[in-house]
């Protein structure tokens, strides 16, 4: 009797997607029909998070299942080595499957594997603006760059239409849409698979950097959303924790009050980047199915993080706050039932040995997060009472806590606490930590957090309370290496 073929993998990313913003999740303004469908043929994740929300960090738990303390990355820091032994990409393709990366990786060095047999790697422009000041030809940390070239010219740039690649300022893409970034990672990506050894089973790597900035989808896609009605971005009763660091001039800023017109624009910018991405994931699966391979594949959709998008007068992600922390998390494939919605908290740490589960490969014992698939398949089992999750901005660390009912944060450098009722508000606008009536509340997330830091670098606890005023850095002594300090 001959066994069953071994599973395809389709792990597909997308950089600063906020968990809201699915036609599926009921968002008022966004369409992503594709997604949709694929949440229709799967499992929808309607609590998930990254743990610690910036790029940096989220990925080296996407890549490795263990959460920042245990891979060291606990802000957002660059030009720190990827030193890890035991990732996804790796235990794959020990395993025997083909594996292939296609897109942005963030890592360094810049042309680091991570355990993929191959990477066609689109570095997004920050990446390579460093590349030249360190003296380094663009291209030796980019394939989509030469590529451009080959299309439109040896001057060609995607760069060039002055747009940063942190700003909330947008425009349309200026160039042919065939050229675009978004299209460049689902082009390549459908490549692999008519390229691919039919004999093996494969994991690919999908990759987008869109919807994060520059907010420059293609014009059908920027201007359906110009005149579109918008919700006003909340704006909290605690707003001004953080107006020492205001800067309205700069269209880089992480906190700045900005005009509707402006605003209105930037969203236009971000949504359109989703509906494009959208309908390149639809071609992307159409070549599934084209070769034959739909229904022996998962597909997991995934964000390293959110985007505050005006929340707050807050911009960009790092933030503990739903806008920048909480992400999709779509999972379909072979033995799920479709349409399903799941409230379990979890995380990026958790799509490691879910994938590994998925393909019947043994998760190693480094993996920190659990796995989704019994989940998805409908079983009702003990889960994590609350994640906990960090990072350092502004000179502190933000830690928080949640159970996808209330979350609770506390900042390092002035010890200051917040708590919110997610259930009853859910934009995170009025901070109940002040009340007399959640004194109990604090004390027992204040006690959980106490237990989650304690032993740890920075000496935020002594087992007992919480010490605020620590020396912070976004990366702990281990953070090249394979294991924690803890």
Same mark, same amino acid.
């Given at each position: 009797?001959?066994?069953?073929?071994?599973?395809?993998?389709?792990?597909?990313?997308?950089?600063?997607?906020?968990?809201?913003?699915?036609?599926?999740?009921?968002?008022?303004?966004?369409?992503?029909?594709?997604?949709?469908?694929?949440?229709?043929?799967?499992?929808?994740?309607?609590?998930?998070?990254?743990?610690?929300?910036?790029?940096?960090?989220?990925?080296?738990?996407?890549?490795?299942?263990?959460?920042?303390?245990?891979?060291?990355?606990?802000?957002?820091?660059?030009?720190?080595?990827?030193?890890?032994?035991?990732?996804?990409?790796?235990?794959?393709?020990?395993?025997?499957?083909?594996?292939?990366?296609?897109?942005?990786?963030?890592?360094?060095?810049?042309?680091?594997?991570?355990?993929?047999?191959?990477?066609?790697?689109?570095?997004?422009?920050?990446?390579?603006?460093?590349?030249?000041?360190?003296?380094?030809?663009?291209?030796?940390?980019?394939?989509?760059?030469?590529?451009?070239?080959?299309?439109?010219?040896?001057? &060609?740039?995607?760069?060039? %239409? $002055?747009?940063?690649? /942190?700003? @909330? =300022?947008?425009?349309?893409? !200026?160039?042919? +849409?065939?050229?675009?970034?978004?299209?460049?990672?689902?082009?390549?990506?459908?490549?692999?698979?008519?390229?691919?050894?039919?004999?093996?089973?494969?994991?690919?790597?999908?990759?987008?950097?869109?919807?994060?900035?520059?907010?420059?989808?293609?014009?059908?896609?920027?201007?359906?959303?110009?005149?579109?009605?918008?919700?006003?971005?909340?704006?909290?009763d605690w707003v001004d924790r953080f107006a020492a660091q205001t800067d309205?001039?700069?269209?880089?800023?992480?906190?700045?009050?900005?005009?509707?017109?402006?605003?209105?624009?930037?969203?236009?910018?971000?949504?359109?980047?989703?509906?494009?991405?959208?309908?390149?994931?639809?071609?992307?699966? &159409?070549?599934?199915?084209? %070769? $034959?391979?739909?229904? /022996?594949? @998962? =597909?997991?959709?995934?964000? !390293?993080?959110? +985007?505050?998008?005006?929340?707050?007068?807050?911009?960009?992600?790092?933030?503990?706050?739903?806008?920048?922390?909480?992400?999709?998390?779509?999972?379909?494939?072979?033995?799920?039932?479709?349409?399903?919605?799941?409230?379990?908290?979890?995380?990026?740490?958790?799509?490691?040995?879910?994938?590994?589960?998925?393909?019947?490969?043994?998760?190693?014992?480094?993996?920190?997060?659990?796995?989704?698939?019994?989940?998805?398949?409908?079983?009702?089992?003990?889960?994590?009472?609350?994640?906990?999750?960090?990072?350092?901005?502004?000179?502190?660390?933000?830690?928080?806590?949640?159970?996808?009912?209330?979350?609770?944060?506390?900042?390092?450098?002035?010890?200051?606490?917040?708590?919110?009722?997610?259930?009853?508000?859910?934009?995170?606008?009025?901070?109940?930590?002040?009340?007399?009536?959640?004194?109990?509340?604090?004390?027992?997330?204040?006690?959980?957090?106490?237990?989650?830091?304690?032993?740890?670098?920075?000496?935020?606890?002594?087992?007992?309370?919480?010490?605020?005023?620590?020396?912070?850095?976004?990366?702990?002594?281990?953070?090249?290496?394979?294991?924690?300090?803890?």
């Open positions: 009797m001959s066994m069953p073929e071994p599973p395809n993998i389709v792990l597909i990313m997308a950089d600063q997607w906020r968990g809201d913003a699915l036609g599926a999740a009921g968002h008022p303004v966004v369409q992503t029909p594709f997604l949709d469908q694929l949440a229709s043929r799967g499992v929808r994740f309607s609590r998930a998070y990254s743990a610690s929300p910036t790029c940096i960090p989220a990925r080296a738990s996407l890549h490795t299942g263990m959460s920042a303390a245990s891979h060291g990355r606990v802000g957002y820091q660059d030009h720190v080595p990827w030193n890890y032994q035991v990732t996804l990409a790796g235990e794959l393709t020990r395993a025997g499957y083909q594996t292939q990366a296609v897109g942005k990786m963030h890592v360094y060095p810049e042309r680091s594997q991570l355990g993929f047999q191959n990477v066609i790697l689109h570095s997004p422009t920050g990446i390579v603006r460093m590349a030249r000041q360190r003296g380094l030809d663009p291209d030796l940390v980019d394939d989509y760059l030469p590529w451009l070239r080959q299309q439109l010219g040896r001057d &060609a740039t995607y760069f060039d %239409h $002055g747009i940063d690649s /942190n700003s @909330y =300022v947008a425009r349309p893409w !200026d160039k042919p +849409e065939h050229t675009h970034p978004t299209n460049f990672v689902a082009t390549q990506a459908a490549d692999f698979l008519r390229r691919r050894d039919p004999r093996k089973p494969f994991f690919l790597f999908a990759s987008f950097n869109a919807p994060h900035p520059p907010y420059d989808p293609p014009a059908w896609a920027f201007e359906q959303y110009l005149d579109l009605p918008m919700p006003e971005p909340p704006v909290g309205s001039a700069n269209p880089s800023a992480w906190v700045a009050d900005v005009d509707d017109r402006t605003l209105r624009r930037a969203r236009a910018g971000y949504f359109g980047h989703m509906s494009h991405v959208d309908q390149q994931i639809a071609f992307l699966l &159409a070549e599934l199915e084209h %070769h $034959g391979v739909r229904d /022996n594949t @998962y =597909v997991c959709f995934v964000s !390293d993080h959110g +985007e505050m998008l005006g929340d707050h007068h807050l911009f960009r992600k790092g933030f503990p706050y739903e806008g920048s922390a909480r992400i999709p998390a779509l999972l379909a494939g072979p033995g799920l039932a479709g349409g399903a919605v799941r409230d379990e908290v979890v995380e990026l740490r958790d799509v490691m040995p879910t994938l590994l589960e998925c393909a019947g490969v043994e998760i190693p014992a480094t993996v920190e997060g659990r796995s989704l698939l019994g989940p998805a398949r409908g079983v009702e089992e003990p889960w994590r009472e609350y994640l906990h999750g960090e990072h350092v901005m502004f000179g502190e660390s933000q830690q928080w806590l949640t159970d996808g009912r209330t979350k609770y944060v506390w900042f390092s450098g002035s010890g200051h606490e917040q708590l919110f009722d997610l259930q009853t508000d859910p934009a995170e606008t009025h901070d109940l930590a002040g009340g007399p009536s959640s004194a109990q509340m604090l004390g027992r997330w204040r006690e959980r957090l106490v237990r989650e830091l304690s032993g740890r670098h920075e000496g935020f606890t002594d087992g007992r309370r919480l010490i605020p005023g620590r020396p912070v850095s976004a990366c702990l002594p281990h953070a090249t290496g394979t294991g924690s300090d803890r």
